[in-house]
């Protein structure tokens, strides 16, 4: 039997972040992973088509270079590099024309004013007054409930942003802060589908933080990308963590966590057991930590009966194409964007989010795609294009509200149904993108979830962003931290507060939490030791 200070279960983006937190204090961590290769939902290989390197789950890291913790690791000196398409995010609408964000708020500004006088000084406003809130707004959304500190820092430069007016903004659905804010379709649906990245449907307080949030974030740090694909930065982590003594163990599944006296002291695989001095840090979907790794009788009753009503977000039905020439868009835009969101309205993408709410799979699916060797050429041949869509589908299924073929089993036949659906939108945008493919793969939630665990039926956010399971909520009431009601073990994954996206926050916060709690618990000993 091994022993560690710490073992870090899951090698995704959280479980790597806390490992490093963990070894720079000076513990023995390890860190063991259930896949065959490291990341989590951080990965890339070449699986589509020869010389194409495909994200296979996330793409674009606004989130991970606002995150302080993040940025505080210095990945840089382990090999990551970051790279930009020359814009963040374009929106096609039919007649050809877009709306585009660029890094430089100016371009954004002109570009939304040449569609509707008046949305470019009403965009530099809005940028104006995320100045002097928005990194303030970011540290407390991704630090421990309740963040004091950066709560504080927030109200003191709130009335620079407009005191109240901002925070009626902040809890203003997406789809209304557009109509509030603009005269033209541009600039709303830029908002309301980067809210759209979320499962909060966009006539829902919350929407319109998150669009914002994501916009801004584009519009400050850009949507970058890691050189060579995704699963790069998943590897400067983990050499960060072998660089300072950490051991990280592939084809590892854990299948239990003991559990001695009330307090998490180890786990279990297959074929041993590995202690844990101090702490397990569970990047694990909340559902499988406690109704798998933990016995039944060492989850708190509470924690047991908050998660009977816990609720993942929807599930992904992803697709990924191989192109041997660039996007032959109706028009080309004036900077071609990284991610491009397709739906022809406002209205049209309300309609397809909440159709999944119904239990429907969507007959004209919103989509997010990414034009990745755009962003990176280093993801395939010169004149030749890496690109995906993917889109939320129902995690209980009631129907199809397209032609009927998809019938919910996701099994081959409803993947490439839906495949062909998603090739369709981009058809109808795109003339002859069809005869541009060389090769395409589509992944449902079954095949999500085979790649990482963490992805209960496709869901890619952890749980729910819905406000009824955030902060205090997440990922049941009364917790909203990585404690887990079990001495010892932390949930560091997107199932806790902050939820989803890759920035680290939920190991960071798990990691401060071991460290904190192992402060104290050497204090009460040494207390009853005199």
């Not at 806390?18 to 890339?44: H, K, Y």
């Not at 590099?81 to 374009?90: D, F, S, T």
């Not at 997440?474 to 909203?480: D, N, S, T, W, Y």
Request: with cysteine.
């Amino acid at each position: 039997m091994t022993t560690y200070d710490a073992v870090v279960v899951g090698s995704g983006p959280n479980g790597l972040v806390a490992a490093n937190l963990l070894v720079d204090r000076g513990w023995s961590v390890l860190v063991l992973e259930a896949q065959p290769t490291i990341g989590g939902a951080v990965a890339s290989a070449e699986d589509v088509h020869p010389g194409f390197v495909h994200d296979t789950f996330s793409a674009f890291y606004p989130l991970a270079m606002a995150s302080p913790t993040i940025q505080s690791l210095g990945l840089e000196e382990h090999g990551l590099r970051w790279r930009h398409a020359p814009a963040v995010l374009g929106h096609p609408f039919p007649d050809g024309s877009w709306a585009i964000l660029h890094r430089d708020r100016e371009i954004t500004a002109r570009l939304a004013d040449a569609q509707h006088p008046g949305d470019g000084e009403a965009w530099l406003e809005l940028c104006a007054e995320w100045d002097a809130v928005g990194e303030h707004l970011v540290h407390a959304l991704l630090r421990p409930f309740p963040p004091v500190r950066p709560a504080l820092s927030l109200l003191a430069n709130l009335r620079k942003a407009g005191g109240l007016r901002f925070v009626r903004t902040l809890l203003t659905p997406a789809a209304e802060m557009g109509r509030h804010r603009f005269g033209g379709a541009g600039p709303t649906v830029l908002v309301a589908g980067n809210a759209g990245h979320a499962d909060i449907p966009l006539d829902a307080p919350g929407s319109g933080l998150m669009g914002l949030l994501l916009a801004m974030l584009g519009q400050t740090v850009g949507f970058p990308v890691p050189e060579g694909g995704a699963g790069e930065l998943a590897g400067a982590l983990a050499r960060r963590f072998a660089s300072r003594g950490g051991e990280l163990w592939c084809d590892a599944e854990v299948i239990g966590i003991d559990v001695e006296g009330g307090r998490a002291v180890g786990v279990r695989t297959p074929t041993e057991r590995v202690r844990a001095r101090r702490a397990v840090i569970a990047d694990v979907a909340a559902p499988n930590l406690y109704g798998r790794l933990l016995a039944p009788g060492d989850v708190p009753e509470r924690v047991a009966r908050g998660m009977r009503q816990f609720e993942m977000d929807p599930g992904t039905v992803k697709v990924d194409w191989a192109l041997s020439g660039p996007i032959p868009w109706l028009n080309e835009p004036a900077y071609a964007p990284g991610t491009v969101h397709v739906a022809d309205s406002l209205t049209q993408m309300q309609d397809a989010l909440n159709t999944v709410w119904t239990g429907r799979v969507p007959a004209d699916p919103f989509m997010l795609t990414g034009q990745m060797t755009t962003s990176d050429p280093t993801r395939s041949p010169a004149g030749t294009e890496s690109f995906w869509a993917y889109t939320h589908v129902p995690q209980e299924f009631r129907g199809d509200a397209g032609d009927g073929s998809i019938k919910g089993t996701w099994d081959a036949s409803d993947r490439e149904r839906m495949a062909d659906r998603m090739q369709a939108r981009m058809e109808a945008l795109a003339p002859g993108f069809g005869e541009r493919v060389l090769a395409r793969r589509a992944l449902g939630p079954r095949e999500l979830e085979a790649r990482n665990a963490n992805l209960i039926g496709g869901a890619v956010n952890g749980g729910t962003a819905q406000l009824h399971q955030e902060l205090v909520f997440r990922p049941v009431p009364g917790l909203g931290r990585a404690e887990t009601g079990v001495p010892g073990l932390y949930l560091g994954s997107a199932a806790a507060h902050p939820g989803g996206g890759v920035h680290g926050a939920a190991g960071s916060n798990a990691a401060r939490a071991a460290v904190l709690h192992e402060r104290l618990r050497l204090g009460r000993l040494s207390t009853k030791s005199r």
